[in-house]
């Protein structure tokens, strides 16, 4: 299956419908960044909502780009004489990258 | 009849007063004959496939809420890090109404809208309960374990609290009747950050941490006494959202994970069923209403960042009947 990759703020209530969703693959990632099947109803969608078009290595540079800011955020965040699962229970796993479709 | 009994082999059956096409039918892709007024056979359609769209955006981003209520008629409560605010959905947009009387995450709610109830949560651990009446909270009687990572189900009359975790994952189960709580059967397995959905007397306590291999699966069925294993869901998951009506209709979505999961599944009392997914993966998330109408808020989306952001869970087109007569 073919994707498009774009970026757009969602405003909430009919950013995507239920009918949008029956038409196109989409997905949301970090960085705003969303994947989109590429279809004439993909195509209308990013029309509406004014997706701002990026490459497939474009998107994936945004959403590592997010998760390495939340992981710099992560490793600065210590307290004195926690340890490292005590950390983990306060403030979950580090954030991890991750390769988008 | 006739014909039709000798080619299937059951008979056609025969409905007296309204139509059963109000989801899930029980006579959903079947043939039916309505023998009230002129009499018709009739054919009730199956259901179209569920989908995920966006709703309105929460005034304040944050994961770990609790919730209560419906798509049209919601509520979400505290959240990471550890707020007090209260939101109200109308199906459209979120409302800020009465704060909890003290900030909490991952705590239990459970209720409708205008008559809900928190219990537990942290950090620190917390053995609190508050019930809200829509307007303002009101503390009432404590847990008898403190414990965040808990999960709920039932009415500010009649409900229950299980699992969760004070220095470890717990299987501490505990009725609420209106008053007071007390300990009852526990769970098989212990577990914190899992997710659960029912009425007192029927609920169903899915996935979570804790609970060995594979444990993120697991799931249990109340029956008003006690907890007993069932069929375990499709993805193993915890900090996910689930909501349902009763121990045989409900819904899960999301969950922790690298990247976190969109999969959302169907539970029918008697299997789950992956369904179309959330369109943002996302964990730590927050759902109430049903399996066929569901407003879902809450999740944190980018790693570390509390989210605004609501899917709703729709079965877009509603069983039809079609007259054969």
Not at chain 1, 73 to 98: C, F, H, M
Not at chain 2, 71 to 100: H, I, M, R
Not at chain 2, 106 to 135: R, V
Request: proline share 3%.
């Amino acid at each position: 299956m073919a994707y498009k990759y774009c970026t757009a703020t969602n405003w909430g209530k009919d950013f995507f419908t239920h009918e949008e969703r029956t038409r196109f693959h989409l997905e949301g990632h970090p960085g705003n960044v969303w994947i989109v099947g590429d279809n004439n109803h993909g195509d209308q969608w990013i029309s509406k909502i004014s997706g701002v078009s990026k490459t497939k290595s474009e998107a994936q540079a945004i959403v590592t780009g997010v998760i390495e800011t939340a992981q710099s955020v992560w490793d600065n965040d210590n307290v004195s004489g926690e340890s490292s699962d005590e950390k983990i229970l306060r403030l979950q796993d580090r954030p991890a990258t991750y390769n988008i479709i | 009849m006739t014909a039709f009994k000798t080619i299937k082999g059951v008979p056609v059956k025969t409905v007296a007063g309204g139509q059963p096409n109000t989801y899930p039918s029980p006579f959903e892709g079947e043939l039916f004959y309505d023998s009230d007024g002129v009499g018709a056979f009739k054919f009730v359609g199956a259901a179209a496939a569920g989908t995920w769209a966006s709703g309105g955006d929460l005034n304040t981003g944050r994961s770990s809420s609790a919730g209560a209520g419906t798509q049209t008629a919601g509520l979400v409560f505290g959240g990471k890090p550890n707020v007090a605010v209260n939101e109200a959905y109308n199906g459209t947009s979120w409302t800020e109404v009465g704060d909890l009387q003290a900030g909490n995450m991952k705590s239990a709610g459970f209720g409708i809208q205008t008559a809900a109830l928190n219990a537990g949560g942290g950090t620190p651990n917390k053995d609190t309960t508050e019930i809200y009446n829509g307007t303002a909270w009101t503390e009432v009687n404590d847990l008898n374990q403190s414990r965040n990572g808990i999960t709920g189900f039932g009415t500010t009359a009649a409900g229950l609290v299980a699992s969760g975790a004070s220095d470890a994952p717990t299987s501490l189960t505990e009725t609420w009747n209106g008053t007071c709580w007390s300990e009852v059967n526990n769970l098989n397995a212990t577990r914190t950050d899992g997710a659960s959905f029912g009425i007192s007397t029927t609920g169903v306590l899915a996935g979570g941490q804790g609970t060995g291999a594979g444990g993120g699966a697991l799931v249990e069925a109340w029956n008003g006494t006690c907890w007993s294993e069932i069929e375990e869901m499709n993805t193993s998951r915890n900090q996910f959202a689930a909501s349902g009506k009763s121990g045989v209709d409900g819904l899960v979505a999301g969950g922790e994970g690298t990247p976190n999961t969109a999969n959302t599944e169907i539970w029918d009392g008697t299997s789950w069923t992956e369904v179309n997914n959330l369109a943002t993966s996302r964990k730590a998330l927050t759902g109430v209403g049903n399996s066929s109408s569901l407003a879902i808020a809450a999740g944190a989306t980018a790693p570390g960042q509390p989210a605004v952001n609501t899917e709703e869970w729709t079965i877009p087109q509603a069983i039809k009947t079609v007259d054969l007569s």
